[in-house]
């Protein structure tokens, strides 16, 4: 929004810093429906920057059930990335991208979901759950993963390194 406002009322100036303010606060305690009447009231005030103010409705428009932030507030959920960002770093990333791990995409959620329980203190409530429901699950046979060689088809190792009980350092110079 502030982008459109800045096209309109010029970027610093205290017409774009009062509607700016204004329009935020009405995003955070009102519904997006009024935060989107605020933006239709300044494209028909403002028929010359319609196409920008336009593409902020269709923005907010298509991503609307993610902007009911009285909604969000009152049942004392997060509002924006930052703790998502911050949990996918200490939940997942500490776990899964230690010093020479490698993870077969087939294991990685259920990793993912061990973890989490873990993090969450959940773990004595719903592993349970979890056993039960892989318990009803019937057993699918896993064929081991086999990878294209990036070697040429003649390439064979050699059966003796010829350098290996070469003498090294001192024991070079021994004397006979």
């Not at 995003?27 to 103010?53: K, Q, V």
């Not at 336009?54 to 703790?83: C, D």
């Not at 973890?115 to 409530?125: E, H, K, T, Y």
Request: aromatic content about 8%.
């Amino acid at each position: 929004m502030a982008s459109q406002a800045c096209a309109v009322f010029g970027e610093g100036t205290p017409e774009f810093t009062t509607w700016f303010e204004a329009t935020r606060h009405q995003l955070r305690h009102d519904t997006p429906d009024a935060a989107l009447a605020t933006l239709a009231d300044l494209g028909a005030a403002h028929p010359r920057h319609i196409e920008i103010i336009n593409h902020a409705q269709a923005y907010f428009t298509k991503r609307l059930n993610m902007i009911h932030y009285v909604e969000f507030n009152a049942a004392h959920w997060p509002i924006g990335s930052g703790s998502g960002e911050a949990a996918h770093k200490v939940v997942i990333q500490s776990r899964m991208k230690r010093a020479g791990m490698r993870w077969h995409p087939d294991q990685v959620n259920p990793m993912v979901a061990i973890r989490n329980l873990i993090c969450n203190d959940r773990w004595q409530s719903d592993w349970p759950l979890i056993v039960a429901a892989r318990m009803l699950r019937p057993a699918q046979p896993r064929s081991p993963l086999k990878l294209p060689s990036r070697l040429p088809p003649s390439f064979q190792l050699r059966p003796v390194i010829p350098w290996r009980h070469q003498p090294i350092g001192k024991a070079r110079f021994r004397s006979a």
